[in-house]
């Protein structure tokens, strides 16, 4: 497998996160976001929408497949390799996880994307303070929300669900790292932070973050 990613981008770091706690090795390839290397001919033969990341493996027939948007890469990963497995086995419990990564996921990443921030700047002539205001506005209060689903809830356990890591914690943990490097407010979310540091223990957590990446600058 070959993965097209960038360090800092909190939705490569999920799927490194799940390529890990799953125990599969890939190749590296690093995209640099801020140098637009994803504008490239190059990657877009890769992916046309010329994001990260991007899951490259082989294909029937000897052709490769190429799988993008993080949600359909880590359930990907997980029906092919069930172990060990980042949903729940029940229904109910399955959808709860993917509503509390889509709260992530969904509602939070796409308002603060690199793609948002430079059309605020560029386009909009927002100021740089600005920008930073809108930045934690989105993930301070979208955090609360999360904080919601999992503060006193009974299927959470030392991870989002439970207490193994699964897909929601692949989802937290990125855009925590995010938040902490925006200087965005945390203190409003105790039961976000615990897991936080829960997954943070981990190495599947810990060796993929951005500064264990190659590409880290």
């Given at each position: 497998m070959r993965l097209y990613n960038y360090f800092r981008s909190s939705a490569s770091y999920r799927v490194r996160i799940a390529l890990a706690l799953k125990g599969l090795s890939y190749e590296y390839v690093a995209v640099h976001l801020v140098k637009n290397e994803q504008l490239s001919e190059?990657?877009?033969?890769?992916?046309?929408?010329?994001?990260?990341?991007?899951l490259v493996l082989d294909g029937e027939g000897g052709g490769e497949a190429v799988l993008t948007q993080t949600m359909a890469i880590?359930?990907?990963?997980?029906e092919t390799h069930p172990e060990p497995p980042l949903l729940p086995k029940d229904a109910i419990g399955r959808a709860r996880v993917r509503a509390i990564a889509l709260d992530m996921a969904?509602?939070?990443?796409?308002?603060?994307?690199?793609?948002?921030l430079?059309?605020?700047?560029?386009?909009?002539?927002?100021?740089e303070d600005d920008k930073n205001r809108w930045y934690r506005h989105w993930v301070e209060?979208?955090?609360?929300?999360v904080e919601r689903q999992?503060?006193?809830h009974a299927a959470?356990?030392?991870?989002?669900?439970?207490?193994?890591?699964?897909?929601?914690?692949?989802?937290?943990?990125?855009q925590i790292h995010n938040a902490r490097r925006m200087d965005c407010r945390l203190d409003h979310v105790p039961t976000v932070m615990r897991i936080f540091e829960t997954c943070m223990?981990?190495?599947?957590?810990?060796t993929t973050q951005p500064s264990a990446c190659p590409d880290a600058t």
């Open positions: 190059s990657f877009r033969a890769v992916a046309p929408a010329q994001l990260v990341p991007a880590i359930e990907y990963l997980d969904c509602e939070i990443h796409p308002l603060d994307n690199l793609r948002v430079r059309y605020l700047v560029k386009e909009m002539g927002v100021s209060t979208g955090l609360e929300i999992l503060a006193g959470t356990g030392r991870f989002c669900h439970g207490d193994s890591p699964g897909l929601a914690d692949c989802v937290l943990v990125p223990a981990e190495p599947a957590f810990a």
